[in-house]
């Protein structure tokens, strides 16, 4: 299923619409993000139309003398496609291609094609597959129409009823299947996390083209693939660290979009589990474009989709060395809690680090117990998940200092209220770490 849409450079022409919810500034960004799109897909783009009208034509998405026009610049400009900046129903598609005659994608469309030709591992092709497959299902018909009027198709009138149908059985029974082979990779994939759980795991998330292989690179001194194109990275890296004392892992996850296909975000669950699973999420953010306070709310409405937004987060400016003084300087009076960076030039990355510290120390507890010697568990349980300050034996009890993640403090509480010594006051030990 994963062929890109664009076999070689095709020529296309872009379309959007703005109107009284859209100003005419944010759909020139939308218009011009649509052709990093496409030049990441394999185009290039020839001509733009945007037209003004606040919601698109249920027929034709954009007018009916809109469409007159768009068709008369495909013959003129001898276009190969023409790609929408918002998804299309298949009614909408069939109206356009029967009066433009060429090839329409719309936006959902050319981010699956984009992901289809960046996914290498097993999974992302598993995971690219099932939102191509669930993309597709509702749009068959257009497609057999679509594939009958090209040369060398399988004839001028397209399938029967009963091809379709077949076909839709197909897909539904190729959809299963894949669901079913996610479910087990997503099972392997927890069963990793939970071994690496007693280390801090830390994310980054944010706008795509933001820079966060950069600074994962910077961060870790490896080389993660760090190119200046949209979804760069797709699966998820992660890699060794330390800061301070503490051991972490950091995961380089795939980066997020305005109109980000529900189908991808059901498909890449196990993907998006590194971000759902983190301890720490760093957003990282564009400082150098203009429309970062728009792309700041995307990834956080994207974050509260995937039930993540409830993490504790460092926001992360990068770019810094392409921004004006003054621009930082409001920047930095209206998000006083975050770092600002260069990944590339390795600026502001003490501050980085310090803030990561506090953050990664406030995960872990200091205490003191005092705790029966024969109490093997529990004993046994602060030696394997704990670092271990100071250890005084007694005659009937054992002082015992240590520093353990929170996770792990409160499996100590569970398991010390399970305790039961006739010499050893369990609840004086509940108390005391209850209270710590």
């Not at 469409?67 to 495909?74: D, I, K, W, Y």
């Not at 190969?80 to 994608?105: G, M």
């Not at 996610?182 to 927890?190: A, I, M, P, S």
């Not at 621009?327 to 930095?332: G, I, N």
Request: charged share 30%; hydrophobic share 35%; aromatic share 6%.
């Amino acid at each position: 299923m994963q062929n890109s849409t664009f076999k070689e450079k095709e020529r296309v022409i872009l379309v959007g619409i703005y109107g009284s919810e859209l100003a005419r500034r944010e759909a020139d960004e939308h218009i011009n993000e649509l052709e990093m799109l496409a030049d990441t897909a394999g185009g290039v783009t020839i001509h733009k139309i945007l037209q003004n009208r606040d919601k698109p034509d249920t027929r034709t998405y954009v007018g009916k003398g809109k469409l007159t026009e768009l068709s008369g610049f495909v013959k003129s400009m001898n276009a190969d496609a023409v790609i929408f900046d918002d998804d299309l129903s298949p009614t909408q598609i069939r109206n356009i291609e029967r009066t433009a005659d060429t090839k329409i994608i719309d936006r959902s469309g050319l981010i699956l094609d984009i992901f289809a030709s960046r996914a290498q591992s097993a999974a992302s092709k598993t995971q690219v597959e099932l939102a191509q497959l669930q993309y597709l299902l509702p749009r068959l018909t257009r497609y057999w129409t679509h594939l009958s009027r090209q040369k060398g198709g399988i004839g001028t009138k397209g399938p029967g009823e009963t091809q379709i149908e077949t076909d839709r059985r197909l897909i539904g029974k190729r959809i299963s299947t894949l669901k079913e082979k996610l479910e087990k990779l997503d099972q392997q994939r927890t069963t990793q996390r939970k071994r690496r759980e007693d280390t801090t795991r830390i994310a980054l998330v944010g706008y795509t083209n933001v820079g966060k292989s950069s600074l994962m690179n910077a961060l870790t001194s490896t080389n993660v693939l760090a190119e200046n194109r949209l979804f760069a990275t797709l699966d998820s890296t992660v890699r060794k660290h330390r800061f301070g004392n503490h051991p972490v892992l950091i995961s380089d996850t795939v980066g997020f979009i305005r109109k980000l296909p529900h189908h991808l975000i059901e498909s890449f669950k196990s993907t998006l589990d590194e971000i759902r699973e983190a301890d720490i999420l760093i957003h990282v953010i564009d400082a150098s474009s203009p429309f970062s306070k728009d792309y700041i709310a995307i990834v956080n409405d994207t974050l509260k989709g995937i039930d993540a937004d409830q993490k504790p987060v460092l926001m992360a400016f990068n770019k810094v060395d392409m921004v004006d003084a003054e621009v930082l300087a409001d920047l930095k009076r209206t998000h006083e809690n975050a770092v600002y960076i260069s990944a590339t030039r390795g600026i502001g990355f003490e501050k980085l680090e310090d803030s990561l510290k506090v953050m990664i120390g406030e995960r872990f507890v200091e205490t003191n117990l005092r705790i029966h010697p024969k109490n093997y568990k529990c004993v046994s349980f602060i030696h394997e998940f704990a670092e271990i300050k100071e250890k005084k034996y007694h005659e009937e009890w054992l002082d015992i200092t240590f520093v353990m993640n929170n996770i792990h403090y409160e499996r100590l509480k569970h398991l010390l209220k399970a305790t039961d010594f006739e010499t050893f006051d369990v609840n004086k030990s509940i108390h005391s770490i209850e209270n710590t």
